[in-house]
């Protein structure tokens, strides 16, 4: 008998060759070279689907970011309608798959938090109706030609209106959620962790909190903060209640959510106010939205694309349909950072070292700083732009560094003041401690095509506008 383990990159044993022949000692040591070959490629093959799967369901999640964040911006959007928007994104399983998701806000004297909305079903019967009709509906849209996703969205918008103007009631859960009035004295558990905290916690299955006997909960869910202009605006709160197997709140997963949670903030911070904002409040509100949402995203962005560098360099031969998704999922990135560029450059004084130290820590597991602290020398410039050019540059180094677990970047700012200040540049220097730019290659990565779907020296091109923007700024890249 011969036996092979096959394992996964990480030594988790994912199943077992087995071998048996009727005459003992029969197996060879070429048939065991032949036997581990196979546990091998077998592995790769397990490797191939689990990436796949994971490429698939990140590109819904940034396909369904960018749909809500289109309609949310359209106009003569009220809140009540945003953030309908929003919670339909979560739970369309065209987007993030949850089964019910309700937004809460302080009232107006920050006493106590208010349900304001939600989306899902109040019971388990509900939830059977309601994804039968859905599941009717997507055929007939698949027949169509319609687009899952867009169809909800509007509907959800439709229903918003009828609801506002009294022609239809609202759902059971939602009208739960608005007669939800949680005195900020009482509250306890994962509600009271995340307004004070300012944290994402998760309740698994099981576990006792607070929530549980207001909304009859019985799933995991979790608490997000809905934050503004460095207050709490409120909390997003997401379960799985009625599905029997529903995904993890994992750190990927969570990622996304918090991106949902910022939406939020958005929306309440641009259509909240007693007088509706003007065009360039909300569009100031918006490009201040999307920022965030890149920084919440920057790493996960990275971490999948350089997964997906990893599979094609491992096995260039069968990664069609990985190469497909792949793909597919980059366009949607690509898509989020150009519709996340404002027009125009907000350009403040501002420190070459503050900006710096604040990448640094939103990449604090991969990122640090030189402990040398530069003299204070104010230039011209735009933070946001800056750190999205930073974004690049780390996405550059953990693709060119696919599979070193121990990468690590550095930054630091030089100062040249002269006349007494008056005059100040500063010098960023970007490195980090992996292979570098092949010799051969250096053309290529600094090249660049304005082609549709030509990708090389992309980020590079993107760094370079905008260090041209800042006169007084040079980056050095080792």
Same mark, same amino acid.
């Given at each position: 008998?011969?036996?092979?383990?096959?394992?996964?990159?990480?030594?988790?044993?994912?199943?077992?060759?087995?071998?048996?022949?009727?005459?003992?000692?029969?197996?060879?040591?070429?048939?065991?070279?032949?036997?581990?070959?196979?546990?091998?490629?077998?592995?790769?093959?397990?490797?191939?689907? !689990?990436?796949?799967?994971?490429?698939?369901?990140?590109?819904?999640?940034?396909?369904?970011?960018?749909?809500?964040?289109?309609?949310?911006?359209?106009?003569?959007?009220?809140? !009540?309608?945003?953030?309908?928007?929003?919670?339909?994104?979560?739970?369309?399983?065209?987007?993030?798959?949850?089964?019910?998701?309700?937004?809460?806000?302080?009232?107006?004297?920050?006493?106590?938090?208010?349900?304001?909305?939600?989306?899902?079903?109040?019971?388990?019967?509900?939830?059977?109706?309601?994804?039968?009709?859905?599941?009717?509906?997507?055929?007939?849209?698949?027949?169509?030609?319609?687009?899952?996703?867009?169809?909800?969205?509007?509907?959800?918008?439709?229903?918003?209106?009828?609801?506002?103007?009294?022609?239809?009631?609202?759902?059971?859960?939602?009208?739960?959620?608005?007669?939800? !009035?949680?005195?900020?004295?009482?509250?306890?558990?994962?509600?009271?962790?995340?307004?004070?905290?300012?944290?994402?916690?998760?309740?698994?299955?099981?576990?006792?909190?607070?929530?549980?006997?207001?909304?009859?909960?019985?799933?995991?869910?979790?608490?997000?903060?809905?934050?503004?202009?460095?207050?709490?605006?409120?909390?997003?709160?997401?379960?799985?209640?009625?599905?029997?197997?529903?995904?993890?709140?994992?750190?990927?997963?969570?990622?996304?959510?918090?991106?949902?949670?910022?939406?939020?903030?958005?929306?309440?911070?641009?259509?909240?106010?007693?007088?509706?904002?003007?065009?360039?409040?909300?569009?100031?509100?918006?490009?201040?939205?999307?920022?965030?949402?890149?920084?919440?995203?920057?790493?996960?962005?990275?971490?999948?694309?350089?997964?997906?560098?990893?599979?094609?360099?491992?096995?260039?031969?069968?990664?069609?349909?990985?190469?497909?998704?792949?793909?597919?999922?980059?366009?949607?990135?690509?898509?989020?950072?150009?519709?996340?560029?404002?027009?125009?450059?907000?350009?403040?004084?501002?420190?070459?070292?503050?900006?710096?130290?604040?990448?640094?820590?939103?990449?604090?597991?991969?990122?640090?700083?030189?402990?040398?602290?530069?003299?204070?020398?104010?230039?011209?410039?735009?933070?946001?732009?800056?750190?999205?050019?930073?974004?690049?540059?780390?996405?550059?180094?953990?693709?060119?560094?696919?599979?070193?677990?121990?990468?690590?970047?550095?930054?630091?700012?030089?100062?040249?003041?002269?006349?007494?200040?008056?005059?100040?540049?500063?010098?960023?220097?970007?490195?980090?401690?992996?292979?570098?730019?092949?010799?051969?290659?250096?053309?290529?990565?600094?090249?660049?095509?304005?082609?549709?779907?030509?990708?090389?020296?992309?980020?590079?091109?993107?760094?370079?506008?905008?260090?041209?923007?800042?006169?007084?700024?040079?980056?050095?890249?080792?």
């Amino acid at each position: 008998m011969r036996r092979r383990s096959i394992k996964d990159q990480n030594g988790t044993v994912l199943g077992v060759i087995n071998l048996e022949h009727s005459v003992p000692g029969a197996f060879t040591e070429e048939d065991a070279a032949v036997l581990q070959t196979l546990a091998t490629q077998a592995s790769i093959a397990q490797a191939f689907e !689990d990436l796949g799967q994971t490429v698939a369901e990140q590109a819904g999640h940034f396909r369904a970011l960018r749909m809500v964040a289109e309609r949310v911006q359209e106009p003569q959007r009220g809140l !009540d309608s945003a953030l309908r928007l929003i919670l339909t994104g979560i739970t369309a399983l065209e987007g993030m798959g949850c089964s019910r998701a309700a937004i809460l806000m302080w009232n107006s004297d920050r006493a106590a938090l208010e349900g304001r909305v939600g989306i899902g079903a109040a019971d388990e019967a509900e939830a059977r109706e309601i994804w039968t009709r859905l599941g009717a509906e997507r055929a007939d849209l698949a027949k169509q030609g319609q687009d899952v996703l867009d169809f909800l969205l509007g509907q959800a918008i439709r229903v918003g209106e009828e609801i506002e103007t009294f022609q239809t009631a609202d759902s059971p859960y939602s009208r739960a959620i608005r007669g939800l !009035d949680l005195p900020r004295a009482a509250l306890e558990g994962a509600l009271r962790t995340t307004i004070d905290g300012a944290a994402v916690v998760t309740v698994e299955a099981g576990d006792w909190d607070f929530l549980r006997g207001r909304l009859s909960l019985k799933s995991a869910f979790t608490c997000l903060p809905i934050k503004g202009s460095g207050e709490s605006l409120g909390v997003l709160l997401v379960d799985t209640e009625f599905q029997s197997a529903a995904p993890p709140f994992d750190k990927a997963r969570l990622q996304f959510l918090r991106a949902f949670s910022e939406m939020a903030a958005a929306a309440i911070m641009a259509y909240g106010a007693m007088a509706p904002p003007s065009n360039s409040q909300q569009s100031r509100a918006w490009e201040s939205h999307v920022s965030d949402i890149l920084h919440s995203l920057g790493a996960q962005i990275m971490l999948i694309q350089g997964a997906i560098k990893g599979a094609q360099n491992a096995a260039p031969d069968g990664l069609s349909n990985i190469a497909k998704m792949a793909q597919a999922l980059n366009s949607y990135v690509r898509d989020i950072r150009e519709y996340s560029r404002p027009n125009a450059f907000a350009m403040t004084d501002i420190d070459l070292a503050d900006v710096a130290r604040s990448f640094v820590k939103l990449h604090s597991g991969l990122c640090h700083m030189d402990p040398a602290p530069p003299p204070p020398c104010p230039i011209r410039g735009d933070s946001r732009r800056i750190v999205e050019a930073l974004n690049e540059l780390l996405a550059n180094s953990v693709k060119a560094n696919v599979g070193r677990s121990d990468l690590r970047v550095t930054l630091k700012v030089e100062s040249t003041c002269v006349i007494d200040s008056a005059l100040c540049w500063q010098r960023l220097i970007f490195a980090d401690n992996g292979v570098g730019i092949p010799i051969d290659r250096k053309g290529a990565v600094s090249a660049h095509s304005d082609r549709i779907g030509e990708n090389r020296g992309r980020g590079l091109h993107i760094v370079r506008q905008i260090l041209r923007r800042h006169e007084r700024l040079r980056v050095f890249i080792p």
